[in-house]
T-cell receptor, first 115, second 106 residues
């Protein structure tokens, strides 16, 4: 596609429910990144994929968070048993590869509100 | 330490140049410096990147210190639409700092 697509754009859920957030990267981009941004804060790194593998998932805040990527394309971030502190904008980015020469293109984000 | 250090906020007047500094004193020889900006309620967007030499594009210029321990993003004539949070990052380290909030006054 022309850009990085994320869905849903907005999600309101109740505490304790599971949620899935989807990221569709730019075609041909092998690297995919998930970040979280709480209100008024900077970007917090969650996980990085190269192809279908996740060489760095050091930023996942707890075992309630997991992510997968299939076919070297679409990625899903799953949050189980959501808590109010999970409320944030979840941003996905992709790039041609992990080289620092490659530019990150971000999606518009998925805003998650946990009541 | 993968962090970059930027001032929390800066202000400018419209039509004036803006110099946004970034410190990356622990950068390695192969690490690029990237700048992104985030407008309100949007995802970050790419501004410019470089390795050793100064870089120019239609949006901005990037001046990289000779020792590569710091860099400066230059907006030659600030407009109201340039008001955003500006992030300086080392992409191989995957971390963003708090960025610099740029306010542009009419």
């Amino acid at each position: 596609g022309a850009g990085v697509s994320q869905s849903p754009s907005n999600k309101v859920t109740e505490k304790g429910k599971d949620v899935e957030l989807r990221c569709d990267p730019i075609s041909g981009h092998t690297a995919l990144y998930w970040y979280r941004q709480s209100l008024g804060q900077g970007l917090e790194f969650l996980i990085y994929f190269q192809g279908n593998s996740a060489p760095d998932k050091s930023g996942l805040p707890s075992d309630r968070f997991s992510a997968e990527r299939t076919g070297g394309s679409v990625s899903t971030l799953t949050i189980q048993r959501t808590q109010q502190e999970d409320s944030a904008v979840y941003l996905c980015a992709s790039s041609f590869g992990p080289s620092g020469a490659n530019v990150l293109t971000f999606g518009a984000g998925s805003r998650l509100t946990v009541l | 330490d993968a962090k970059t250090t930027q001032p929390n906020s800066m202000e400018s007047n419209e039509e004036e140049p803006v110099h946004l500094p970034c410190n990356h004193s622990t950068i390695s020889g192969t690490d690029y410096i990237h700048w992104y900006r985030q407008l309100p309620s949007q995802g970050p967007e790419y501004v410019i990147h470089g390795l050793t030499s100064n870089v120019n594009n239609r949006m901005a210029s990037l001046a990289i210190a000779e020792d590569r321990k710091s860099s400066t993003l230059i907006l030659h004539r600030a407009t109201l639409r340039d008001a955003a949070v500006y992030y300086c990052i080392r992409p191989r380290k995957l971390t963003f700092g708090q960025g610099t909030i740029l306010t542009v006054h009419p």
